[in-house]
């Protein structure tokens, strides 16, 4: 038995570092004032970013038309899809074989450092040297609600917080006027799959939720006092309301009700503030016509330069979607050579104005802009109930697709990863979707492995229990 | 006598000691015989055969065994060895498998292992197999280097050249609360009475730091010179400093010069020019500046471009 003992307290001590990190985290728990759960809170390691604006591109961006440059995929075109590449896989609609689709548009290489992108981006063009583009993540999920929850929620079923509700929990809001976390959203022609809980706080407190706001008319629906009541008159029903929340909350203690509290006082603030932060008359014409921003629209145009305009006040996490891009080839808006077309065309600009206007500032050396959808498009046709399709499209591909990083901490000017000759799967570095979480923490000051919120028992975390890695390669 | 029949009937205790033995040693040998990876383990427990061992800082230790572990010893090593072959130590990797050697030093060509790692996905001999992680293509190049430099226990990593660079793993430094409140102690009278006077204007960078962050740019036009020279006493621990759209002036010039940690500083849209940029020559940790929309002009920031200083916007105020 001595033996046995001596050999538990030796394998106990060849890991003093597992013993040193698990008392290290919990040296810095999270803890907000329960009656200010918003404040501001340093994060636990000197971040490079100070912010996140996070443009998820909902329905999947081809990455074969748009970043991952395939010539041998091209040569092949029209020839049915070699079987290794079926065997034992399913798809979302395409069935029997299908054949092989080249890229639709022409490729060529921009910027100082040479990166490969299609003709079909060509204000983003221009900021390329400023760029990461990854063309090797992966994702285990290939329907979009699924998908986008893993992307945002770092899991595909509800229940769980989003990357912003996490970031807004370990650092509150620099403006106590603003939510810490805001949603926009455009669109070309769908609407979101999983809905708001892509932007929901799941276990987290509900204080810590995405704000959504609307891009024309009242940014926060019922933000406005009604007809005929005042300000102050809306304060002293405030006072009363908050008065009664009091009383329930010393007789049940349960922490929502402060979070109620916190959220009413807080739209009462943004009452003057978000009103003004929403306001893109502000800008002068020439900022305005950078973007293609149209006051009164609901446009991506218009919530890239709000977006920009909330980065300026302290707003942590920033989120635009812009739907549309799920091409299939089913209907004209679905197609590659439609829908795809005006998808660009809707955010190509705004976004390239976007990361000139936040480099002008200052900014985008410590925000992290993120690019990408929820999966790839396969190198394959539709061929959805084995027929040729009206329009031509792609089916869902979680394995491999392109998004790109900018901003602080980011070697920019790089291409990560890459794919097969056909663009089928990984072959060089691979980035899952918790790397990209990892990744993204990393950047703001936190150590995904400690930062975690205990709940059912578990202590929970963004990147779930699956190893993951902050994606050094790609750091500048 | 009740015992007696026993005697004759059954084996004496040192006769049946002898077969077990017997058994237990047939048994063995028959093992060994068919499982060469199994009889160098017992040559080698028994001590009658020597393992040839890893160097700790050998290239084979700090580059091909991690990969071995990371892709391979599921299948080839402690609890599983297909093919009879080990890949978890030095000596068994070049031992081999039950087809023979799989690494044939200084020949990469005709070692078998190379062929395996390197046949296209889907090839039934292909390892991994499908369904595993493959190796990457730098992970093949390292593994041919290493046999074709002779496939050593010993030569040291940095011996092999034109190998792909190892990939850094990110580390966190350790979390040092103590030390932190004591760097921060000489602040705190400081800071209280800032932070009464300026609600959220200064910050710690992070919980594990004494250096500052001023953002005074959420106060916009309402932050003035006076305001700034307010937090002179601190000129030592700001390290990043926002002072976008405030009411600040050249008149903050000798403030901003003292403010020596400074790394980063935003004085876009101000009403500042020349004399202020020339006044940050005294920083010299500044890496970042942008003035925009402020009068700097291109002669003024001459200096500090050369320097290294990133700087944004030419001072295009109009």
Redesign the interface.
Known sequence: MGGLGAFFLNSAMAEPNAA?NAA?AA??PIQHDPSAPLS????????KVRRVIYLHMGGSPSQLELFDHKPELTKFNGRDCPE?FLKGKRFAFITGVPKLLGTMYPFHQAGKSGTWISDRLPHLEKMIDDMCVINSMRTDQFNHAPAQLLVQTGDPRLGHASLGSWVTYGLGS???NLPGFIVMISSSSTTANAGKPLWGSGFLPSVYQGVQCRSAGEPVLYLDNPKGVSRVERRQVLDAVDEINRQTYAELGNPETVARIAQYEMSFRMQLEASDAMDITREPAHVLARYGAEPGKTSFANNCLVARRLA???VRFIQLYHWGWDSHGTPVDQGLNVGLVDCCHATDQPTAALLTDL?????L??TLIVWGGEFGRTPMQENRGGQEMKYIGRDHHPEAFSIWLAGGGIKSGITHGATDDLGY?V????VEVRDLHATTL?LL?F?YRTFSYSYQGLDQKLTGVKPA??V??I?A | MASEPHASGYLSAPLYLLCVALVTGVAIATAMALRPAFAHKMLEMTGLEAMPQAVPNSFYAARVAPLFAQHCISCHGETRQKAELWLDSYAFVLRGGRHGAVIHPRDPKTSELMTRITLP??DDKAMPPEGK??L???DVTVIRLWIAAGASPTMPAAAIKGVPQL????T????D?AGTRRRRAPLANVMQQLSARYP?VA???????A?LEL?A??RGATFTDTDLKAFLPLHDHIV?MDL??TAITDASAQALAQMTALQ?L?L?NTKTGDATISALAALKSLK???V?GTHATGPALAPLSKRGV?I??DGDAD
């Open positions: 040193k290290s040296a810095l501001p809170l340093a994060p636990p390691f000197t971040p290794v620099e403006n106590q300026e006040r302290g480099k002008e500032r200052g900014l050396e410590d799967d072959v060089r570095d691979p990393y000051g150590d890695r902050v050094s390669e750091l | 996905a889907g992680t493959p990457s293509p730098d990939v850094a793993e990110v966190f430094p350790d979390l609360p959220g910050a710690y960078e992070s919980r594990n730091s250096d953002n740019a959420l990043h976008s759209g980063t935003r876009t970042f500046l942008t925009t990133t944004h916007g």
